[in-house]
């Protein structure tokens, strides 16, 4: 693995159902966040986690879950998922969220996810 | 409220050289980056500034003035493969990186 990989590449998925999202970053990075992006909007925010064991809300976390076990792995959780959740999901990784400013973040392919 | 723009579309010519313009208003200012998406495909980092003036890497340079909340991308001796989405990102008080929607560049021959 070399940098940040993300799993599935794509997902149709039924409204309601459970969806977990993997991201996986083997830079060793302290600092992880899921985007979502959709047409004719910037990335927006959804959680962050700065450090392993620790977690935070973004911009837009409503409907969605995150967990930080360790210092690879980042998953992201639909509980139930709803049409409005349609859009592509980007994880990303920076070394450290304050060392002298805000740092470089690196980013994984991307997950379309289709809700119908 | 905090708040990235940049126009939505720009034209240019191969060869030529554009400018991609980027005003913000955030709470706080730790840095402002610039990303590039190729369609389908994920960001990635093109520049870095946190002081005021211009940085240069190869054919793009990136310029900022902290006092009027502004920078611009520019880009020297356009190629096709410029064509992409540039992305305008200021890093806020809290050090989270805030977004604009991006401005498609559209390469003509």
């Known amino acids: 693995i070399a940098g940040i990989t993300q799993a599935p590449t794509s997902q149709i998925l039924a409204a309601g159902r459970r969806m977990t999202l993997r991201c996986t970053q083997d830079m060793r990075h302290n600092a992880m966040y899921w985007y979502r992006q959709d047409l004719g909007l910037g990335l927006r925010l959804i959680h962050y986690?700065?450090?392993?064991?620790?977690?935070g809300k973004g911009e837009v976390p409503d409907g969605y879950s995150v967990s930080r076990a360790n210092t690879d792995d980042f998953p992201l959780t639909l509980a139930s998922a709803v049409p409005s959740q349609t859009s592509v999901y980007f994880c990303a990784s920076s070394d450290s969220p304050s060392a002298g400013g805000a740092d470089t973040q690196y980013f994984g392919p991307g997950t379309r996810l289709t809700v119908l | 409220g905090q708040n990235i723009d940049q126009p939505t579309e720009m034209t240019a010519t191969e060869g030529a050289i554009v400018q991609i313009n980027c005003t913000y208003q955030t709470s706080g200012f730790n840095g402002l980056f610039w990303y590039q998406q190729h369609a389908g495909e994920a960001p990635t980092f093109l520049s870095y500034?946190?002081l005021d003036g211009l940085e240069e890497k190869g054919r793009f340079s990136s310029f900022l003035s902290r006092s009027k909340g502004y920078s611009y991308l520019l880009l020297k001796e356009l190629q096709m493969k410029d064509s992409a989405s540039y992305l305008c990102?200021?890093?806020?008080?809290?050090?989270?990186?805030?977004w604009g929607a991006g401005t498609k560049l559209i390469i003509k021959p």
């Open positions: 986690s700065n450090t392993a064991g620790t977690t």
């Open positions: 990102a200021v890093g806020d008080s809290n050090y989270q990186l805030i």
């Open positions: 500034n946190v």
